[in-house]
């Protein structure tokens, strides 16, 4: 990989840019959520003053009535401000995504040329579905959206590796439009954004990096292990909980105390579970996680291991919050790719252990 400040130094052109566009996208965005939340409360504020200051049921009708007439006659005008609004958000969105993904393009292709990098492409569901880590329904009746900023796919030391940025959401694809419109958006999402510091939070199961790699052995079942949050919380009768998710597979003890209190480890068949998961392999998935310093999720069926680390800004993505020319918004970007390559030797996955 090229070094990072050489590479930043390189592009710099591309990065100023992108900041020019980051801005006013920044701004319009920000309008957005102020918009939405002032026109929430105020609508909560009209309503308990119209409720204060009416007596009885015969004054109550007839403003009411007066109010609906009076949103009847100027709901052409509310109309157009809402989709003149939303076309603005829609013209500076796409204008920042353009540059931010040449300035992506450019630096994946500095950083780690023998990777391609796709912008387009989506992870398919099917995929996050084999990996076990959300518990999701079936591709057909699935209410979440899976919204993904691309991939990255390349071989390190012949082991195949194919990096998403992902989110999974429980809005469906229509809310996802309404985003755009900021009073049917708060009347979607209701009272959650009043308290969420990051928009891109807002109804979301997962947002973050998802990487599928190669294994070295092909597995008939499959085993999981996610971040163990209830073990901190209840202690010893973490165990009797976790082994009550009858939504997951049977519960899998493990004899690495460290590794025990890191994660919960499920699998369709305890005896392979404990035969991928040997003891070198959980001490290196431990160091990974204090290597990393996020929750993650492992899993491994057929010859592939699923990994997923959550991103509060996304992944494959730049922050918007953070400005591009003077912030460590790019370095962040590094660190998270280099991350991801690292998995290879971090989980030993280029050495045949397995024979």
Known sequence: MSSYTQTKEALMPLIRQAEKA????????????????????????????????????DTLMPK?????????????????????????????????????????????????PDFIF???????????????????KNKKTNPKTVISNGNLYGKIDGIGLTIFGLKITGLSKFHNILSYIPFLWILVVMVKPLFTKNINQIGVVFMGMFVVAKFNKKIKGRTVVLPDTIEKRVGYLAKTLQSLHFKRNQLVNMEDTEFEKQ??????????????????????????????????????KEDNVYMAVEHLNGFLTLSKNKNLVTSNALEGFYHGISTAIGIVEDLNLNTKIWH
């Open 263 to 300: 994660f919960v480890v499920y699998s369709t068949d305890q005896t392979e579970a404990r035969y991928i998961l040997t003891p070198s392999l959980m001490k290196r998935i431990s160091a990974l996680q204090k290597k990393i310093a996020r929750p993650i999720r492992l899993s491994f």
């Open 64 to 112: 009411l009535l007066s109010i609906l007439s009076l949103l009847d006659s100027s709901s052409p005008y509310l109309l157009s401000v809402l989709l003149i609004h939303a076309f603005i958000v829609i013209i500076f969105k796409s204008q920042y995504h353009r540059k931010e993904g040449i300035l992506l393009r450019a630096f994946l292709e500095k950083m780690i």
């Open 118 to 136: 796709n912008p387009s492409k989506s992870v398919d569901l099917q995929t996050i579905l084999n990996s076990g880590h959300f518990l999701l």
């Open 22 to 57: 980051r801005k006013p996208y920044r701004f319009i965005e920000a309008l957005n959520i102020f918009l939405g939340r002032f026109i929430f409360l105020l609508g909560l504020l009209l309503i308990v003053l119209f409720l204060v200051f009416t007596d009885t049921y």
